[in-house]
């Protein structure tokens, strides 16, 4: 096997972040959440930026242990065709989201990057900002889907824990740890804007992984300090296969990660999905988190549903269950309670530019120096753009 790069277990700069991860800290969850809290407004004023993903296909050719995609799960299988993409699109447009993240599984014949390139392409045609969550991809890909208009991938190791991974990732090529743990690299050096990480929490030691995540995020700022960097928290949610988390993560827990994270972290954006309840969600804006999606449906397509004749969501299983059901009207009405501004609209287009590497530019000015802590900084996109737009 490859050997694991040394800044994953760099421990130079955690000992504050393991401290406010230890439930046994001197730090009180209070004391944290006020902190937290103060950062975010700070940073990110009283706002909280909207997506919606849209699943494209659920084909898949790993074999995932948590996951109701996986290739040995009876759950039928399709892929949206051009139109079909269109409606959805046209639906969720309806629903005010103009920040789409496109999903698809491992690559398969069914769903390989062809189709996905297409797909960026329709979506960017509609959108104003269009996300990937798919297969890891080669520097020259990133770079053709830079160009059709996608501005940035989320992927998630799941778990930094190379054994647990070894075990959870049963065939396929998500089994390639490392080859997955170089893809946001990949994705930044072929253009991609920006990148959002993460790990599965229930599946693994939850501080031990939180601490791995802030290593990767820490590592590509160093190289990549003009990209966008985003860090989600998902918990484990039911599923088809039934996979029951070893390492169940509670509310407190979950908090402490996620205000933590924020302290170390203050500019870059912290993300919480519909996998979390209502009340949690509306706990945590404000609190630190600066990114939600809403009204999120987990099956391939699912938005224009409810006007197609031929509905089949209702056969469907996702990939797994959400938990946060409020449409986004009602969402943005609890956002608007608690005095935060729902954005549906961060980022113009005309911003994307050409697919220029990122750290070409960087390599050019900066080839290995290391940079000032106070350069460091992963300027969300909220922050880059002039021009926000939110719902009514
Ligand atoms: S998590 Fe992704 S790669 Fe793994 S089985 Fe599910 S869809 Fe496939």
Not at 78 to 83: A, G, I, Q, S, T
Not at 271 to 295: K, P, Y
């Amino acid at each position: 096997m490859t050997a694991l790069p040394e800044w994953l277990t760099d421990n130079r700069d955690t000992a504050a972040l393991t401290d406010m991860l230890s439930p046994a800290s001197s730090r009180s969850l209070e004391t944290l959440a006020a902190e937290s809290r103060a950062i975010t407004l700070r940073r990110f004023g009283r706002t909280m930026t909207l997506y919606a993903p849209l699943y494209l296909s659920n084909y898949c050719s790993s074999g995932c242990a948590y996951c109701g995609f996986a290739s040995d799960r009876k759950t039928p299988r399709h892929r949206l065709e051009p139109d079909e993409i269109r409606r959805e699109l046209t639906a969720m447009k309806k629903l005010g989201i103009s920040d789409i993240l496109l999903l698809t599984g491992e690559r398969t014949a069914a769903a390989d990057f062809d189709y996905l390139r297409k797909c960026v392409e329709i979506a960017a045609q509609e959108m104003q900002k269009v996300s990937v969550e798919a297969f890891p991809m080669s520097v020259n890909e990133y770079r053709a889907l830079a160009d059709c208009g996608c501005t940035g991938i989320t992927i998630y190791q799941e778990t930094y824990n190379h054994e647990r991974y070894e075990t959870l990732h049963r065939w396929g090529p998500k089994k390639d740890f490392i080859d997955r743990l170089e893809t946001p690299a990949r994705a930044l050096e072929g253009g991609i804007k920006s990148v959002g990480l993460g790990v599965l929490l229930g599946l693994s030691d939850p501080v031990e992984d939180a601490l791995s995540l802030y290593r990767h995020v820490r590592h590509l700022g160093r190289t990549y300090w003009r990209a966008g960097m985003s860090v989600s928290f998902p918990r484990l949610r039911p599923q088809t296969g039934g996979y029951e988390p070893p390492f169940p993560v509670d509310d407190h827990l979950l908090a402490r990660i996620i205000f933590a994270f924020r302290i170390a972290l203050p500019d870059t954006e912290l993300v919480l999905s519909t996998r979390e309840s209502a009340t949690f969600r509306d706990g945590m804006a404000g609190l630190g988190i600066t990114r939600m999606s809403v009204e999120s449906k987990t099956t391939v397509g699912g938005y224009s549903v409810s006007e197609s004749k031929n509905s089949r969501e209702k056969k469907d299983e996702g990939q797994f269950e959400i938990s946060d059901s409020r449409t986004a009207r009602e969402f943005c009405a609890a956002l608007r309670n608690q005095n935060i501004e729902p954005v549906f609209k961060n980022w113009e287009p005309s911003y994307n530019g050409p697919s220029s590497s990122i750290s070409h530019e960087i390599q050019t000015i900066r080839p290995t120096t290391p940079i000032a802590p106070e350069m460091q900084s992963n300027k969300p996109s909220s922050l880059l753009t002039p021009e926000t737009e939110t719902c009514h």
